[in-house]
């Protein structure tokens, strides 16, 4: 499905003094390709995050609908408008949480595996358009905030993703293959998760190790 996902999938251009493009493509595309439609029905828990844009806060969602929940944790301020949620407008999660290991712990997790995918928008020149400049920024300010969701993470995976472009999507199975050779790497590790005292004990002599927010319901 990877491959075939365009950008025209889930948004649209607009003209708004909040944003260039909407998502509002993304309600569509997610009830045609999603077999549930709440938290509630899924088999295995899901917090998605995102941001209040007032108040700074960083909110969890993991009841009621999954679909606007996810599209607010794709507004990309800047780029994606808002969006509303009772009575909250709402953005991007990476504002309040740029790797999700918190929430993930404060939902109860016994171990936290975090995937970082660090980006860059800079070539050494000057920004090429407004959203380098919105890009760049962020991606500084995420590093900034890097050592508050790492502490969290037992286990960090970052994919090689230099030289990918935020618009890649013609290059989905290339950023695939680039995801599974992370995870082959930090495979012995999670081995030792799974394993029991005396085979960790093995494992652990075979190879090195590799290197509160406020819930609401999307109803």
Known sequence: MAASV????????TLSRCGFASNDRMISFL??????????????PLGVTATDFNTGEGVVFHSGSIIDPVRASCAYPGMFLPVQIRG?????????????????REM?????LAVHLKGTWANGGP??????????????????????WREAADLVIEPDVA??????????KDLIRVGEAAMRQALPEVRKWLATPEETSALTKASPAVARPASMSAD
């Not at 109860?108 to 936290?112: L, M, N, P, Q, T």
Request: aromatic share 14%; proline share 5%; glycine share 6%.
């Open 6 to 13: 365009r950008f025209t999938s889930f948004a649209r251009w």
């Open 31 to 44: 009830t045609r390709i999603l077999k549930v439609k709440t938290f509630e029905e899924l088999r295995i």
């Open 88 to 104: 909250r407008y709402l953005v991007d999660g990476m504002l309040s949480h740029p790797v999700p290991t918190r929430p993930v």
């Open 108 to 112: 109860g997790a016994d171990r936290v």
């Open 127 to 148: 920004p090429r358009n407004l959203f380098d400049v919105i890009g760049q920024s962020f991606a500084i300010a995420q590093d900034a905030m890097s050592c508050l």
């Open 163 to 172: 030289g990918f472009g935020y618009d890649d999507f013609k290059r989905a």
